[in-house]
C-alpha cells in the first residue's frame, strides 16, 4: 500500500478546527455550541456586497489575471492611501485569502530549510505553512504575563543565523490580541536592516484598535522597501471570510514576480469576491466606528468574566478579536475536548481552540486557549458562564481520576 508523504505527516492539524467532529456530534445531541474556536466575525457583511452580486449582468465567469482585477487593485490601493500608507496598485498581489499570500510570500523568499524567526505563540497555519516548505521556525516566547508584549531585542539576535531570512509578525496579533507599538516596528526594522531579513507583517486586524490605540504599518517604515512584505485580506474587516480575497502588498517588484508564477500555477483568484469587494472600500469612518464599538465592547465584556473565574487568566487585548487565556488545568487539548464530548450547561457547551497548536515548541501553551470573541455579547456571556460551569465539573473528573 503506497504511503502518505513524510510532508503530509508532519502537516499539523489545525487547533482552530481539528475539534469540529467533536462539535458536529454534539449538535447532533441538541447540544448548543457557542464557536468560540474561529474567527469567524457574526456581523453582517456589508449590504453593499450582496447588492453589487444581486445586480451584475455578466453571462460568462471569467478567470481573471493571476494578480488580481485591475479595478479592485486600484480601490485597495486607494483605500490604503486615505489611511496614511502611500502605496501604488502595482504593489499588489490579489490572493485566495490572506492565507494565500503568506504561503506565496514564503515559497518566495525562503528556501527549503531556511529559517524565519516568528514570535510565539503564532497563528496556526503559519506553523503549517513553513511545514509545507520545509522551512525551520524559530520561535521567539513571549509571555502572557506581560500581554505578549515583543521579546528583548537580544532574544532576536540570538535566534538569528546564516540561515535565517525572515522575521514574521501578525500587528495586531492574532493569537494573543496584542497591537505592536510604532517603537516595537522600528526596533524590528534595526533587526531586518542589520541582517537584511524580510519583515513579513500580517496586517489582516490593523482596523480592530480598541481603547484609543494607533496603528502604525510596516510599509511606512523607513528604508524597508525591499524588506517590508505585508499581508491583507478582506475577510476581518467586511465580515467576508467567505470571499476568499486576500493581497500581498510590497515595494519589492523582485517578490511580486516570484509570487506572480506561484498565482499563475493556481490560475486566478476568485473573480466574483473581487466584483462585489470593490464596494467595501467606499465604505466611510461610520462602518469603522460601528464595528470598533461592538469588538471593543465584547472584548470589555469577555476579559471581565473571564478573570473572575478562579484559577483563570486572561490578558487585555489590544487589538483583533482574540485573546489567550490561561485556564487552573494541565492539558487544554483534553480539556475542550471533554467540553464538547462530554458536558453542557443549560443545554450548552462551549468550542475554544486548545493554544498549544499556536506554539512550536513542544509542549508549551498546554494550560491556555485562544478565545475569539465573534460572537455578540449576550452570547459571550451565556458562552463564559458555561466555560465557567464546565472547569468546576471539569476539576472533579480529574480528582475522580486521580482517586480512581
Known amino acids: 500500500m503506497p504511503s502518505v508523504s513524510k510532508k503530509g505527516i508532519a502537516m499539523p ?98 528556501d527549503e530549510e531556511d529559517e524565519i524567526i516568528i514570535p510565539e505563540p503564532m497563528y496556526a497555519n503559519y506553523i503549517g505553512f513553513a511545514t509545507a516548505g520545509n522551512i525551520k521556525v524559530k520561535p521567539i516566547p513571549t509571555s502572557l504575563e506581560n500581554g505578549f508584549a515583543l521579546p528583548p531585542i537580544e532574544d532576536f539576535e540570538k535566534a538569528i543565523t546564516l540561515k535565517t531570512k525572515a522575521i514574521l509578525i501578525c500587528n495586531p496579533n492574532n493569537p494573543t490580541g496584542y497591537l505592536y507599538s510604532k517603537e516595537e516596528l522600528l526596533t524590528l526594522r534595526n533587526i531586518c536592516l542589520r541582517h537584511d531579513l524580510y519583515l513579513f507583517v500580517d496586517e489582516v486586524y490593523r482596523e480592530f484598535l480598541y481603547g484609543g490605540k494607533t496603528f502604525f504599518s510596516a510599509l511606512n517604515l523607513d528604508g524597508m522597501d525591499k524588506n517590508v512584505i505585508v499581508f491583507d485580506s478582506i475577510s476581518k474587516r467586511f465580515s467576508a471570510c467567505g470571499a476568499r480575497i486576500g493581497a500581498i502588498v510590497t515595494r519589492n517588484k523582485e517578490v511580486l514576480a516570484a509570487a506572480l508564477k506561484f498565482g499563475q500555477a493556481r490560475l486566478s483568484p476568485n473573480s466574483l469576491g473581487q466584483i462585489a469587494g470593490e464596494e467595501l472600500f467606499d465604505l466611510g469612518k461610520d ?118
Open 287 to 404: 462602518y469603522y466606528q460601528g464595528i470598533i464599538a461592538e469588538y471593543q465592547k465584547r472584548r470589555d465584556v469577555m476579559v471581565k468574566l473571564l478573570n473572575e473565574i478562579p484559577g483563570v487568566s486572561c490578558p487585555n487585548p489590544g487589538g483583533a478579536f482574540y485573546a489567550v487565556a490561561a485556564l487552573p488545568v494541565k492539558d487544554s487539548d483534553h480539556f475542550c475536548q471533554w467540553m464538547l464530548e462530554h458536558f453542557s450547561y443549560e443545554g450548552a457547551t462551549v468550542m475554544m481552540a486548545p493554544a498549544s497548536g499556536f506554539y512550536s515548541t513542544g509542549n508549551s501553551g498546554k494550560n491556555q486557549v485562544r478565545i475569539a470573541y465573534v460572537l455578540n455579547s449576550e452570547d459571550l456571556t451565556a458562552a463564559i458562564k458555561c466555560l465557567e460551569m464546565g472547569l468546576k465539573e471539569y476539576a472533579k473528573v480529574v480528582v475522580r481520576e486521580l482517586v480512581n
Open 13 to 110: 492539524e489545525s487547533p482552530i478546527r481539528k475539534l469540529v467532529p467533536y462539535a458536529d456530534v454534539a449538535k447532533k445531541k441538541g447540544v448548543k455550541v457557542y464557536h468560540l474556536n474561529i474567527g469567524q466575525p457574526d456581523l453582517e457583511t456589508p449590504k453593499q456586497f450582496w447588492d453589487k452580486l444581486k445586480n451584475l449582468d455578466i453571462k460568462t465567469l471569467e478567470y481573471c489575471p493571476s494578480n488580481g482585477i485591475a479595478s479592485y487593485r486600484d480601490k485597495f490601493a486607494g483605500y490604503y492611501n486615505r489611511i496614511g500608507i502611500p502605496v501604488h496598485a502595482s504593489d499588489f498581489m490579489i490572493t485566495e485569502g490572506a492565507s494565500e499570500a503568506l504561503s506565496f510570500a514564503m515559497m518566495s523568499c525562503l
